[in-house]
Each structure stands twice: as structure tokens, then as C-alpha cells.
């Protein structure tokens, strides 16, 4: 053990978070090392290649164009910004009859569009109080079928219901998620969304680039991590005795074991490969870890924390939840979509009825890349599914909704070339999508875990821990960043200047990133 070499920060995880805190850490002149379990880079930020243009199978939209995001302000820097996420009028978008398969322009259901709005303002105007907090659904259900009943059409009371479940799209399941968490104490980075060229995790991958001695080892699945702590030697039975002695005549007395030595530095032990028994097991020694590890992994307990969590951390980590959140991409041999009135905006089917309940969305993606392709949303009880029905069960049903809607148009219904299922939930280093508050917890549950444990030389990052923007991609990095700067505030050294321990800000400041220059040395990527 004594031979180990020690980094002054061990960073567990390389996605939007771990590679925050490591691109800080190294501009601070500290030495540090991340640990990736994946054979990439990036986590819930993958993008793929395969269908001719680059494609997101994890995050996917900038949230927040504006200044205050750095990964917005890199991506401008670096010409990767695209297209807005959607056009405001929704001129791309076609509901899916689901009797007929009738492609339905959404400008024929404003009055759809005018219920959901009525419903949403029920959401702002609630005023509640951690004690007599209620889920999403609680707050609009009442309204919500006033509204439905008012509506005559059978088509516009589907379309009011997809309406409503796009909240989960951007939030969690309005039938958990906390109303007063919704309405987010600290409000996230205007600015709308954006789509990236090259896609987000190429972005990050764009950014380790940016920052050549950068270490990464990749296939290191972290299995334990030793925090320092206290070793207490027992007293011999004679020692007890007296002390019991002591207590029963009304002393203090003194603990039973009072002779200790403290642990000084962090030890993670990792496993490379597929199963424990067939493994190699390496050690890395650190003055400080930053673990960057998805929600659902410290949920699980796939990582074993030595002494174990404290438990007012344990709880909030238990408190908060995940999305269940998939993608699948499908290419067809041969094209079929009715002409565009709006060749600028994305293109997008929304399956209505029970559909709705397999995917909610497909978006087309073959004006980027000219050829049939399309990228669909799935989520809730069908997205946990998925792995138990299987890629041919999850793919026919996805072909099952585009000939619905493109059949009658193409008698040669054209096969499928290619696909990619993106199984975030059952992705045993994930775990889930993206953090969501629920009722019962509350943002005080995220603060603790961006808070951490400090005494114990173990902080975290990632997008659980984004006091404001919770659950983004932006917000993952700049959690790494506000823990890089925690720890080298700790180490002695000097970090940013954004706020230490608390994270109560939501404006990004501190030293600008992405402007170490190349000196002729390859990021070190193992």
C-alpha cells in the first residue's frame, strides 16, 4: 500500500461531471486521475456515428443558451450550436390519428393547447408548504378533467393527455414528482435549448482534447472506496470493567475503545472487467475523490463506501429518484414522410392513445443525414420494459406505429436497416435517466449531496447534484467544477471563485475554462 503513488484527487467517473472537475483540478496544477468504468468517455452523453450524422442516444439539448453555461458558451467557441429544440409554432409537428393514422398538424388542437395552458397556471398558482406538499397530479387532476370534459373532439382530448405527460419528458412522472420541487427554489439558466452538430458527448470529448495531460483510465469499474477514518484498538476485559464500574456509580466513563489511528488518505479499489472472480484488482491512493458516479449507482450500492454513508446522506440519496428515460434509433431501407411545410424546423410524429404509453415522440432525422432515420423517446412503465421484451418485441412495436402512419401512402412498406436501443434504465452503470425530485424529498436532499462529505476527503458530482439545473448535462459539469473547487479549497490550494460547500449560486464563475493551449502532448486516455 505504501508504495501506491498518491494524487492529490482521485475523480471517479468520466462524464459531464467527473470531466468538470478534472479540467479544473488540472488548470489548478493539481494531480489527479479519473477512473471510468466504461471503455468511453462522456456516460449519459453518447454519440454515435453509425447512421451517417451524429446522433445522442443520452443527453441531447443545450438547456440554457446564454452565458452563464459553459458548455453553451464552448460549444458557440467551437461552431457546434444547431438548430433550437423546437420551433415555437410546432410547424414540424404531426400527431398520429390512432384509429386512421391520419398525420394531424398541431395548429388544429389550439384549443388543446389553450386547456394545457389553463392547467399549467394551476401548477404556478399553488402556493404549498413542504408540509402540505402534493405530486404534479394531485395539484392538476381536478382541473385536467374539466378541461378534458369541455373538449369535443375525442383527437383533442389525446392530444391535451400527451400535452400533460410531457412534463415527465422534461421533469419525472407527474404522479411522484414533488409540485414545490417543480416550481425549483433556484431557477435554471434562461435561454431556451439548442442541438449540438456534433453531438454532446462528441462535445466532451471535444473538451478532454482541449486539455491534452489529462489522465483517464477507462475499464476501471470502482468496486470500494476507503475514506479516512478512525481505527479504534479494543481495551483487554479489565479495562471494560472499570469502565462499567465507573458509569454504573454515575461517571462519564470513557468510550471502550480510546486508542486510534487515522487513516490520511482516500483508497479505491477497482476491478477490470466483466466479473468480480476473473478480474484484476488495482488500487489508487488520493488526498481527496470526487465521486461522479450516477444516482441510481449510489442507490444500488454498486460502490462500497468504507466506513458507509452517514445517514442523513444515505436518506437523501434514497429520497431522490431517476427518470426511466430510453432511445431507440431506427434507419429504413428507403424513405417515406409527407413534404415538410417548414423545411427549417425538426420534423417530429407524437403516437397518440395507448401509443402514447410505448413512445412519445420520433423525430426525423434523415434532413441531416438523407437518409430514414428516426430517433424516439420512450418512458415510464415501457422505457423499465425494455429489457424484458426484448429489442425485436421494442422494435415492432416502434414499426407497428410508422406504418399507422405511413402505410397507406407506401404499400411497400420499406424494412428496417438498421437500429439502436439506448437502455439507460436497465444500463447497470447508470441506473436511470436523470434526477428527479420526488414527494417527500426536497432540494435540501440534493444540497446535502452537493455538499458531501468533506471530513471524510469524499465529495460529488454529477447532474443529482445540481442545486440549479438539476438532471442536465450543463449542469453535471458545473457541479464538477464547484467540487474541484471545494476540494482544492480544502487541499490548501486555490480554486475558483464560485461558492465553496454551499453551491447556492446558480451563475457559473470562477477561472475560464478551455484556454489551455496544446503543447505537441496527446490526452492520456487508456
Given at each position: 500500500?505504501?508504495?501506491?503513488?498518491?494524487?492529490?484527487?482521485?475523480?471517479?467517473?468520466?462524464?459531464?461531471?467527473?470531466?468538470?472537475?478534472?479540467?479544473?483540478?488540472?488548470?489548478?496544477?493539481?494531480?489527479?486521475?479519473?477512473?471510468?468504468?466504461?471503455?468511453?468517455?462522456?456516460?449519459?452523453?453518447?454519440?454515435?456515428?453509425?447512421?451517417?450524422?451524429?446522433?445522442?442516444?443520452?443527453?441531447?439539448?443545450?438547456?440554457?443558451?446564454?452565458?452563464?453555461?459553459?458548455?453553451?458558451?464552448?460549444?458557440?467557441?467551437?461552431?457546434?450550436?444547431?438548430?433550437?429544440?423546437?420551433?415555437?409554432?410546432?410547424?414540424?409537428?404531426?400527431?398520429?390519428?390512432?384509429?386512421?393514422?391520419?398525420?394531424?398538424?398541431?395548429?388544429?388542437?389550439?384549443?388543446?393547447?389553450?386547456?394545457?395552458?389553463?392547467?399549467?397556471?394551476?401548477?404556478?398558482?399553488?402556493?404549498?408548504?413542504?408540509?402540505?406538499?402534493?405530486?404534479?397530479?394531485?395539484?392538476?387532476?381536478?382541473?385536467?378533467?374539466?378541461?378534458?370534459?369541455?373538449?369535443?373532439?375525442?383527437?383533442?382530448?389525446?392530444?391535451?393527455d400527451c400535452l400533460v405527460n410531457s412534463i415527465e419528458e422534461y421533469d419525472g412522472p407527474i404522479g411522484k414528482l414533488s409540485t414545490i420541487a417543480y416550481k425549483k427554489p433556484v431557477g435554471d439558466w434562461p435561454g431556451g435549448n439548442s442541438n449540438l452538430r456534433c453531438g454532446y458527448g462528441a462535445l466532451l470529448g471535444k473538451?478532454?482534447?482541449?486539455?491534452?495531460?489529462?489522465?483517464?483510465?477507462?475499464?476501471?469499474?470502482?468496486?470500494?472506496?476507503?475514506?479516512?477514518?478512525?481505527?479504534?484498538?479494543?481495551?483487554?476485559s479489565t479495562s471494560l470493567q472499570k469502565e462499567e464500574k465507573k458509569k454504573q456509580r454515575g461517571g462519564v466513563g470513557a468510550m471502550p475503545n480510546i486508542k486510534s489511528k487515522t487513516e490520511s488518505f482516500v483508497t479505491v479499489t477497482t476491478v477490470e472487467g466483466p466479473t468480480l472472480w476473473r478480474s484484476q484488482w488495482k488500487?489508487?491512493?488520493?488526498?481527496?475523490?470526487?465521486?461522479?458516479?450516477?444516482?441510481?449507482?449510489?442507490?444500488?450500492?454498486?460502490?462500497?463506501?468504507?466506513?458507509?454513508?452517514?445517514?442523513?446522506?444515505?436518506?437523501?440519496?434514497?429520497?431522490?429518484?431517476?427518470?426511466?428515460?430510453?432511445?431507440?434509433?431506427?434507419?429504413?431501407?428507403?424513405?417515406?414522410?409527407?413534404?415538410?411545410?417548414?423545411?427549417?424546423?425538426?420534423?417530429?410524429?407524437?403516437?397518440?392513445?395507448?401509443?402514447?404509453?410505448?413512445?412519445?415522440?420520433?423525430?426525423?432525422?434523415?434532413?441531416?443525414?438523407?437518409?430514414?432515420?428516426?430517433?424516439?423517446?420512450?418512458?415510464?412503465?415501457?422505457?423499465?420494459?425494455?429489457?424484458?421484451?426484448?429489442?425485436?418485441?421494442?422494435?415492432?412495436?416502434?414499426?407497428?406505429?410508422?406504418?399507422?402512419?405511413?402505410?397507406?401512402?407506401?404499400?411497400?412498406?420499406?424494412?428496417?436497416?438498421?437500429?439502436?436501443?439506448?437502455?439507460?434504465?436497465?444500463?447497470?452503470?447508470?441506473?436511470?435517466?436523470?434526477?428527479?425530485?420526488?414527494?417527500?424529498?426536497?432540494?435540501?436532499?440534493?444540497?446535502?449531496?452537493?455538499?458531501?462529505?468533506?471530513?471524510?476527503?469524499?465529495?460529488?458530482?454529477?447532474?443529482?447534484?445540481?442545486?440549479?439545473?438539476?438532471?442536465?448535462?450543463?449542469?453535471?459539469?458545473?457541479?464538477?467544477?464547484?467540487?474541484?473547487?471545494?476540494?482544492?479549497?480544502?487541499l490548501g490550494g486555490r480554486g475558483g471563485t464560485s461558492p465553496v460547500m454551499d453551491g447556492s449560486g446558480s451563475r457559473h464563475s470562477g477561472p475560464q475554462i478551455f484556454s489551455s493551449r496544446r503543447n505537441g502532448q496527446s490526452c492520456t486516455v487508456q
Amino acid at each position: 500500500m505504501d508504495s501506491l503513488p498518491v494524487h492529490d484527487v482521485i475523480v471517479i467517473g468520466a462524464g459531464a461531471g467527473g470531466l468538470g472537475a478534472a479540467c479544473r483540478l488540472l488548470r489548478a496544477g493539481l494531480k489527479c486521475v479519473v477512473l471510468e468504468a466504461r471503455d468511453r468517455i462522456g456516460g449519459r452523453a453518447h454519440t454515435i456515428d453509425d447512421f451517417g450524422y451524429p446522433v445522442d442516444l443520452g443527453g441531447q439539448w443545450i438547456h440554457g443558451s446564454c452565458e452563464d453555461n459553459p458548455l453553451f458558451l464552448f460549444a458557440m467557441k467551437t461552431g457546434q450550436i444547431g438548430h433550437k429544440s423546437l420551433d415555437p409554432n410546432a410547424l414540424g409537428r404531426r400527431y398520429v390519428d390512432p384509429k386512421s393514422g391520419q398525420l394531424l398538424a398541431y395548429r388544429r388542437f389550439k384549443e388543446a393547447g389553450k386547456a394545457f395552458a389553463g392547467i399549467y397556471r394551476a401548477i404556478d398558482e399553488s402556493k404549498l408548504t413542504p408540509k402540505t406538499d402534493q405530486t404534479i397530479l394531485e395539484i392538476i387532476q381536478e382541473h385536467w378533467v374539466q378541461a378534458r370534459s369541455k373538449l369535443k373532439n375525442d383527437n383533442s382530448k389525446l392530444v391535451l393527455d400527451c400535452l400533460v405527460n410531457s412534463i415527465e419528458e422534461y421533469d419525472g412522472p407527474i404522479g411522484k414528482l414533488s409540485t414545490i420541487a417543480y416550481k425549483k427554489p433556484v431557477g435554471d439558466w434562461p435561454g431556451g435549448n439548442s442541438n449540438l452538430r456534433c453531438g454532446y458527448g462528441a462535445l466532451l470529448g471535444k473538451i478532454v482534447e482541449n486539455h491534452p495531460k489529462l489522465t483517464i483510465l477507462t475499464s476501471q469499474r470502482v468496486a470500494a472506496i476507503q475514506t479516512p477514518w478512525r481505527v479504534f484498538e479494543k481495551k483487554n476485559s479489565t479495562s471494560l470493567q472499570k469502565e462499567e464500574k465507573k458509569k454504573q456509580r454515575g461517571g462519564v466513563g470513557a468510550m471502550p475503545n480510546i486508542k486510534s489511528k487515522t487513516e490520511s488518505f482516500v483508497t479505491v479499489t477497482t476491478v477490470e472487467g466483466p466479473t468480480l472472480w476473473r478480474s484484476q484488482w488495482k488500487r489508487f491512493r488520493g488526498r481527496f475523490v470526487i465521486v461522479a458516479v450516477p444516482l441510481g449507482v449510489l442507490k444500488k450500492g454498486d460502490i462500497e463506501f468504507k466506513p458507509p454513508f452517514p445517514y442523513p446522506l444515505k436518506n437523501s440519496i434514497n429520497a431522490l429518484q431517476q427518470v426511466g428515460f430510453n432511445k431507440i434509433v431506427i434507419e429504413f431501407e428507403s424513405k417515406f414522410h409527407p413534404p415538410l411545410e417548414a423545411k427549417h424546423v425538426p420534423f417530429e410524429i407524437i403516437p397518440l392513445g395507448e401509443d402514447q404509453n410505448k413512445f412519445r415522440r420520433f423525430f426525423y432525422w434523415g434532413r441531416f443525414s438523407g437518409r430514414n432515420i428516426w430517433l424516439g423517446y420512450s418512458m415510464s412503465a415501457y422505457a423499465k420494459s425494455m429489457a424484458d421484451k426484448g429489442e425485436n418485441a421494442v422494435i415492432q412495436d416502434a414499426i407497428d406505429i410508422f406504418q399507422k402512419a405511413f402505410g397507406k401512402s407506401n404499400p411497400k412498406f420499406p424494412t428496417v436497416k438498421s437500429f439502436q436501443i439506448a437502455d439507460w434504465y436497465s444500463d447497470p452503470l447508470a441506473r436511470g435517466s436523470w434526477t428527479y425530485v420526488p414527494l417527500g424529498a426536497s432540494y435540501e436532499d440534493v444540497r446535502k449531496l452537493q455538499i458531501g462529505m468533506p471530513e471524510r476527503h469524499c465529495l460529488f458530482a454529477g447532474e443529482h447534484t445540481a442545486y440549479s439545473n438539476l438532471g442536465s448535462v450543463a449542469g453535471a459539469f458545473v457541479s464538477g467544477e464547484k467540487a474541484a473547487d471545494n476540494a482544492i479549497n480544502l487541499l490548501g490550494g486555490r480554486g475558483g471563485t464560485s461558492p465553496v460547500m454551499d453551491g447556492s449560486g446558480s451563475r457559473h464563475s470562477g477561472p475560464q475554462i478551455f484556454s489551455s493551449r496544446r503543447n505537441g502532448q496527446s490526452c492520456t486516455v487508456q
